[in-house]
């Protein structure tokens, strides 16, 4: 062999870095890979920052004939000195890993990989019903890569599955299903084969009720009785109508820290909107019958605290209905 000066001579490939980074089979033929997911736990579902914890674990198993050895038994080799099919989990936000980076090579060449994985992953969820909304949250792992393309994936029935127990509190599973899909994630980006593990989450209602919709209820019913006070103490009256209207500017800010900052109102959004109207103009109606005691006209000031009273109440069990179930 001739050499041009000043070249080196040609280094000859390791078979780790052949078998690592050369795919096995025939150019063109697809890889079938057979992928399983299991859900161990759900620790929480996050609206604020559209995200979910979770707690899985990822099996995929593959044949690769370069790797048969008549050794009798399992061998155990480093991930990055055979090939594999490059998953990535595509919503993760921040996951841990829980076993080494192994596969498990039979003497036939089939190679299975697990991995466990603890953390956040992102999904978007539409939030106005909260909080009587459900969503369907996903784990989507993909294949990337130069063969990427080639790939065919298969699930692993038997090593699929989510637990019975979960961890979440707030939140109620109400199914799952995996799926393999081609995924698009963007306009002027290639479509990746991967599988899809999708659960549908419904949000437990009870906290909200007992510890944010009663305590507004009763902020309203404090100030309706604004209007069950002798017109003759008006200064109690202001009192008890501005100190309500606090209240739900402060309830407003703490139902904040509860959602993303969304451009759209949810279901708690037009309640909380609808009870500051009302206390509003609970307030407005204060005002006018002090103008009318003002002026000495206590007959009109009583009856149209008499006619408030009924209406307001009518008006608030509108807004009750109306923001929750139309």
Do not use: C
Request: glycine share 6%.
């Amino acid at each position: 062999m001739i050499l041009a000066a000043g070249a080196a001579p040609a280094q000859e490939e390791s078979s780790e870095d052949y078998l690592s980074e050369v795919r096995p089979g025939p150019e063109g033929q697809q890889i079938p890979v057979n992928l399983g997911v299991a859900v161990i736990d759900i620790d929480g579902i996050d609206g604020a920052q559209q995200s979910f914890v979770a707690n899985f674990a990822v099996s995929a198993q593959w044949k690769d004939p370069r790797l048969a050895k008549d050794t009798g038994s399992v061998r155990i080799m480093d991930l990055e000195d055979v090939w594999t099919p490059n998953l990535q989990i595509l919503n993760q936000q921040k996951l841990f890993k829980t076993f080494p980076d192994k596969v498990e090579v039979s003497p036939d060449g089939t190679v299975i990989y697990r991995q466990r994985f603890w953390g956040t992953l992102s999904y978007p969820m539409n939030l106005k019903d909260f909080p009587l909304d459900h969503h369907s949250l996903q784990i989507k792992i993909v294949s990337v890569g130069n063969n990427a393309e080639d790939i065919k994936f298969s699930i692993a029935e038997k090593r699929t599955g989510m637990g019975d127990v979960l961890t979440v509190t707030d939140w109620r599973v109400l199914s799952w299903d995996i799926f393999a899909e081609p995924i698009k994630i963007g306009p002027t980006l290639p479509v990746l084969h991967g599988v899809v593990f999708e659960f549908e989450a419904s949000r437990l209602v009870n906290f909200y009720i007992i510890k944010v919709l009663v305590p507004l209820v009763m902020i309203v019913f404090m100030s309706l009785i604004v209007l069950f006070i002798d017109p003759l103490h008006v200064g109690p009256k202001f009192s008890i109508a501005i100190t309500a209207i606090l209240t739900l500017i402060a309830y407003r800010f703490l139902l904040g820290g509860l959602l993303p900052k969304i451009s759209y109102l949810t279901h708690m959004d037009y309640f909380l909107f609808g009870s500051m109207f009302l206390v509003f103009a609970v307030l407005v109606e204060t005002s006018i019958v002090a103008r009318l005691m003002s002026v000495k006209k206590e007959g009109p000031a009583k009856e149209l605290d008499y006619w408030s009273r009924w209406a307001f109440v009518v008006l608030f069990i509108l807004i009750l209905l109306l923001s929750f179930f139309v």
